[in-house]
């Protein structure tokens, strides 16, 4: 049974840093294409960072860059998205998603529609 489990949210205040983890199972993420997302209340959710297994490229939405950091460990099976220098408008829940084109796809990564597997989300609150 393919699975992602995502943990690591939380309530934190700004300029705070938590680090997200996705755990898959039923499949191995090296071979996947791992995308986080978010949605906040009364928005759209919307493409947060993205890596690809071909060549570990990575991709981020501007508002994230330099605080943002995706990473894999295939040893665990699970794909972090470290937040560091986190704003109250990164506050949403989070989600991660398996997209079976491993090599990635380029700026299509933020369409959600080509993903395969997602997780139920984590809660993240930045809020002093």
């Known amino acids: 049974q393919v699975q992602l489990v995502e943990s690591g949210g939380g309530l934190v205040q700004p300029g705070g840093s938590l680090r997200l983890s996705c755990a898959a199972s039923?499949?191995?993420?090296?071979?996947?294409?791992i995308g986080w997302f978010r949605q906040a209340p009364g928005k759209e959710r919307e493409g947060v960072s993205c890596i690809t297994t071909y060549d570990g490229s990575t991709y981020y939405t501007d508002s994230v860059k330099g605080r943002f950091t995706i990473s894999r460990d295939n040893a665990k099976n699970t794909v972090y998205l470290q937040m560091n220098s986190l704003k109250p408008d990164n506050t949403a829940v989070y989600y991660c998603?398996?997209?079976?084109?491993?090599w990635g796809r380029g700026s299509s990564w933020r369409d959600s529609h080509v993903y395969d597997y997602w997780g139920q989300g984590t809660q993240v609150t930045v809020s002093s």
């Open positions: 039923g499949f191995v993420v090296d071979y996947y294409a």
């Open positions: 998603a398996a997209d079976s084109y491993p």
